[in-house]
């Protein structure tokens, strides 16, 4: 089964693709009880979509999210032993040693055709009321989720979740992760905006703790951003992406 073919489930799903990887993938789809389970799954998603409405969040929302997510501690993700024996030697790791993070979309030069299909999955549109002068100081994060026109988009793939918080406003955005292992020995995650050109400018980099959690202010404007991802680079960072993204969203 090509991993190509595995993956474009998401982009079929909300009909994205070109006609001869429609057509390829069609006949993938027809021998691969996983991709039809997969197609099924993201269409229904996507035809509920059409249902949802605007809604004013209740005040108690922030406080609620913020507690819930410190209380929850995701489990590791799971080793690939059989998958890590037959990466050749030169070939990028996705993922720490011992851990596996399993890729959303695997072409770097589709990261908006990815960031759509991702958005099936996505939870968007949140605003969180600002805080009153009498709260606590709040860190970068939190200033970003705080403000007044702030929007989150929830992605997920198995024990790995990404919640990206952008306020136009603020013109910055910020990440959220939790059940990523650390990046493997010499390399980093780093982080990108995505234009419409599909031109990715670095926006930092994104450190996992020991207990797969990790949070980031992206560096620069957000301005002109259609997408943000994140890849796997030599430590230190690369100009552009040399890897696989291995999580994209759309930016409204």
């Excluded at 979509?49 to 501690?73: F, H, K």
């Excluded at 890729?103 to 960031?115: G, Q, V």
């Amino acid at each position: 089964m090509s991993p190509d073919l595995h993956h474009l489930s998401g982009a079929y799903s909300v009909d994205a693709l070109e006609p001869d990887e429609r057509s390829a993938f069609e006949r993938h789809l027809s021998e691969c009880p996983a991709c039809q389970a997969d197609v099924a799954e993201l269409t229904s998603a996507a035809h509920s979509l059409a249902g949802l409405i605007d809604a004013t969040p209740p005040p108690s929302l922030r406080a609620s999210v913020l507690s819930g997510i410190s209380q929850v501690r995701p489990l590791p993700p799971p080793v690939d032993d059989e998958a890590a024996d037959d990466r050749s030697d030169d070939e990028p790791a996705p993922a720490a040693q011992g851990a596996t993070v399993i890729p959303l979309f695997r072409r770097t030069t589709t990261w908006l055709t990815a960031a759509a299909a991702a958005a099936v999955l996505a939870v968007g549109g949140v605003a969180l009321s600002s805080w009153s002068a009498d709260q606590p100081t709040l860190t970068a994060v939190q200033q970003v989720q705080a403000a007044e026109d702030a929007a989150t988009v929830t992605s997920s793939k198995g024990e790995f979740t990404a919640t990206l918080a952008y306020s136009r406003t603020l013109d910055r955005s910020a990440l959220t992760v939790i059940g990523m292992p650390p990046a493997p020995e010499g390399k980093t995650y780093q982080l990108w905006y995505v234009g419409s050109d599909e031109i990715a400018r670095s926006a930092g980099f994104i450190t996992a703790t020991g207990d797969g959690r990790a949070e980031a202010v992206l560096q620069g404007s957000l301005e002109n951003a259609a997408a943000v991802g994140v890849t796997v680079e030599p430590a230190g960072g690369s100009p552009s992406p040399t890897t696989d993204p291995i999580m994209v969203m759309a930016v409204a």
